[in-house]
T-cell receptor
Framework: KAGVTQTPRYLIKTRGQQVTLSCSPI?????VSWYQQTPGQGLQFLFE???????NKGNFPGRFSGRQFSNSRSEMNVSTLELGDSALYLC????????????FGPGTRLTVL | DAKTTQPPSMDCAEGRAANLPCNHS???????VYWYRQIHSQGPQYIIH???NNETNEMASLIITEDRKSSTLILPHATLRDTAVYYC??????????????FGTGTRLQVTL
């Protein structure tokens, strides 16, 4: 079974631009969570989508948004990029049961210049 | 805030057992202990999880104390490829928040020759 895939793997943007990152979960998984990892703040939860609905949200500004499609694929969008948005963005998928393990993708490395 | 406390770093000689401790003194009855590791800028990799009994899989063993306030991850024969940051996470099984993992700062394990 294929793992979680994320595209693109690397991205360079400039301040003020917007960016969209994509995540394809493990086949059969309906929950997709997004995390941001920076050297200063570590791994932080952004939000989770389940059955096309946002189910949980972390403490991030409204510039960070996401959505999930009917095939469970998810995208996250960051508008009006700031230098501090440079980070590794990780996507993780979980199966149907709450007890199912969460599996992570390889991440997208975003650099904002 | 993370519900776990881990030493910031540990060293281990290759071929020896690596014992990584984790304190989770405020764990509640339905919370599981999960371990992930992250090898330099890759996505976190699931290792093992448990509720109250000791667990073993092909990667590691998890020893949870009887009062569940602490646990130890054991890599029986560490290799250089086990060099990574290891995260101990307490996971709430409430369906609404089970996919929201809270990462602490982890333990950086350095395996040496």
């Amino acid at each position: 079974k294929a793992g979680v895939t994320q595209t693109p793997r690397y991205l360079i943007k400039t301040r003020g631009q917007q960016v969209t990152l994509s995540c394809s979960p493990i086949s059969g998984h309906r929950s997709v969570s997004w995390y941001q990892q920076t050297p200063g703040q570590g791994l932080q939860f952004l939000f989770e989508y389940f059955s096309e609905t946002q189910r949980n949200k972390g403490n991030f500004p409204g510039r960070f948004s996401g959505r999930q499609f009917s095939n469970s694929r998810s995208e996250m969008n960051v508008s009006t990029l700031e230098l501090g948005d440079s980070a590794l963005y990780l996507c993780a998928s979980t199966g149907l049961a709450a007890t199912d393990t969460q599996y992570f993708g390889p991440g997208t490395r975003l650099t904002v210049l | 805030d993370a519900k776990t406390t881990q030493p910031p770093s540990m060293d281990c000689a290759e071929g020896r057992a690596a014992n990584l401790p984790c304190n989770h003194s405020t764990i509640s009855g339905n919370e599981y202990v999960y371990w992930y590791r992250q090898i330099h800028s890759q996505g976190p990799q699931y290792i093992i999880h448990g509720l109250k009994n000791n667990e073993t899989n092909e990667m590691a063993s998890l020893i949870i104390t009887e009062d569940r306030k602490s646990s130890t991850l054991i890599l029986p024969h560490a290799t250089l490829r086990d060099t990574a940051v290891y995260y101990c996470i307490v996971r709430d099984l409430n369906t609404g928040t089970a996919s929201k993992l809270t990462f602490g700062t982890g333990t950086r394990l350095q395996v040496t020759l």
